[in-house]
């Protein structure tokens, strides 16, 4: 079983930065393909970035340029660097896992109860 906890939301005013951290523990074989989700209120669940084993990342059109996916293998933890906040950002972020790796597609197995992030204008 894998756990993964997510932390580093916050509210920031538009044009600021958040670095959201996500900590994995439990069967490490799961980690073919790691990512982050957000959700807004009223609006489903949308794939923000994705980084594969080799490292190779993937960022959706709506935050390429302004987030940053990392991780840290040594000590499983998941990164997302937000730059350039919008208020249109504002959503609860899920980090999430999966054992396949990315060129399989990304369907997680795994998800992080999530953490608030709040963009005022």
């Known amino acids: 079983q894998v756990q993964l906890v997510e932390s580093g939301g916050g509210s920031v005013q538009a044009g600021g930065s958040l670095t959201l951290s996500c900590a994995a523990s439990g069967a490490p074989a799961n980690d073919g393909c790691v990512g982050w989700f957000r959700q807004a209120p009223g609006k489903g669940r949308e794939e923000i970035a994705r980084?594969?084993?080799?490292?190779?990342?993937t960022l959706a059109d709506s935050v390429k340029g302004r987030f940053t996916i990392s991780k840290d293998s040594t000590t499983n933890t998941l990164y997302l660097q937000m730059d350039s906040l919008k208020p249109e950002d504002s959503a609860t972020y899920y980090c999430?896992?999966?054992?396949?790796?990315?060129?399989?597609?990304?369907?997680?197995?795994?998800w992080g109860q999530g953490t608030q992030v709040t963009v005022s204008s």
């Open positions: 999430a896992t999966q054992r396949l790796l990315c060129a399989y597609g990304f369907r997680p197995n795994y």
């Open positions: 980084i594969a084993k080799s490292g190779r990342s």
